[in-house]
């Protein structure tokens, strides 16, 4: 049982590249989420889908757009990558109507020259 | 809007040398607070959920309490294995459209055992 899977785990683009990260769950969850780690930031929530088909702005959704390819699978993509967007991204899911917790993948490092 | 605030950021302790970890949060309508521990290079691992005040739960030598304002992490006799770094997050009843399990996570706390 995998649980949450990313990939890639690390990442190097130069500014303004574009690129997509990928995340997929087998725990049969409706929810899935992007969060970005950063020192001193905490865990910051950037899109969110509650279920198939749904995606939602979090906290820091500007210069990224996501795809709910279907209910395992939730994309990350970086349009035009800037310096700023160098993080640790994790992908989580959790159930959908109940108060559960979620699972986080084990992350993207993605540096951004 | 939610807010998680956890301290210390850091914590050195020796080992079997008992501490707590705090976690205050403002929350509209808690659904639920989590506890996660995080290695280095790693996700998030969750440890408890709690759901209202007077809660306690625990596993081997953690143990998690909640009030109304704040949730402690009791370490008991931590050793080295116990070094992580613990994450604190909450989820409030504030809905956005069809919104998820939407949580909120303070900026944690690094602890270090040492042998």
């Known amino acids: 049982n995998a649980g949450v899977t990313q990939t890639p785990k690390f990442q190097v683009l130069k500014t303004g590249q574009s690129m997509t990260l990928q995340c997929a769950q087998d725990m049969n969850h409706n929810s899935m989420y992007w969060y970005r780690q950063d020192p001193g930031m905490g865990l910051r929530l950037i899109y969110y889908?509650?279920?198939?088909?749904?995606?939602d702005k979090g906290e820091v959704p500007n210069g990224y757009n996501v795809s709910r390819l279907n209910k395992r699978e939730f994309s990350l993509r970086l349009e035009s990558a800037a310096p700023s967007q160098t993080s640790v991204y994790f992908c989580?899911?959790?159930?959908?109507?109940?108060?559960?917790?979620?699972?986080f993948g084990q992350g993207t490092r993605l540096t951004v020259v | 809007e939610d807010q998680v605030t956890q301290s210390p950021e850091a914590l050195r302790l020796q080992e079997g040398e008992s501490s707590s970890l705090n976690c205050s949060y403002t929350v509209s309508g808690l659904r639920g607070l989590f506890w996660y521990r995080q290695d280095p290079g790693k996700g998030p691992e969750f440890l408890f959920t709690?759901?209202?005040a007077g809660e306690e739960k625990e596993k081997e030598r953690l143990k998690a309490t909640l009030t109304k304002k704040e949730s402690f992490l009791h370490i008991t006799a931590p050793k080295p294995e116990d070094s992580a770094t613990y994450l604190c997050?909450?989820?409030?009843?504030?809905?956005?459209?069809?919104?998820?399990?939407?949580?909120?996570f303070g900026g944690g706390t690094r602890v270090l055992v040492k042998p």
């Open positions: 709690l759901y209202s």
């Open positions: 989580a899911s959790s159930a959908r109507d109940a108060i559960t917790e979620a699972f």
């Open positions: 997050a909450v989820r409030g009843t504030f809905m956005i459209k069809a919104a998820g399990n939407k949580l909120t």
């Open positions: 889908s509650a279920s198939e088909g749904t995606t």
